[in-house]
């Protein structure tokens, strides 16, 4: 018997339920810019490791690249650096040609102390709700505010409302959705 400290602990390979158990926990372990090769052999599934990987990025907030190798015997899977930040960016970058009706008082909290808690809430309205109309192709307004609500119920829902409110307007005059009649849609590409 030994003794482990808790560095020692946290890189054991830990054998969990599931058959592909090993492959989940080195998935879960790699670090930034490491990588993993999986073998044909230590895949015993139908579906690929993508489909694993994937439900790993859901759960555990993890962002890696997977490919197959082209010979055929395997995948290569490799933690990246998530790119949330980028977005934050890109959302702040964009400016509204209308003033949006905001409480004042919450208005003047917004824009006086963007910290980076509240950019990150923003930037995961906007991945939260173009994910969502991606996937329903229209909604009303108030039924994507009722999902943003559902989805970040520990947040102030005045705050949420007027960050939700933002992120439509945003995309909006970008262009990347269109508001008619009280609901949203992806306008179909011109060419």
Known sequence: MKILKEEEFNNLALKGKGRSSLIFNSLLNLNVGEAVLIEKKDWNRKASPSTLVKYIEKTHQLKFTCGALL???GWAVKRIEPTTH???KVVESIKPHKEI???PKLKEEIVSSPDEGQLKLKSEIVIFYLGRI???KI???EDSLKAVM???WERDRPMLKALFMEAIEV???SNHIVIENGK????LKQN
């Open 71 to 73: 010979n055929g015997q």
């Open 86 to 88: 980028s977005v934050n």
């Open 101 to 103: 009706s905001i409480a």
């Open 134 to 136: 991606a996937s329903c």
């Open 139 to 141: 909604e009303k307004i």
């Open 150 to 152: 559902d989805q970040f």
């Open 171 to 173: 995309l909006s005059v």
């Open 184 to 187: 949203t849609y992806i306008p």
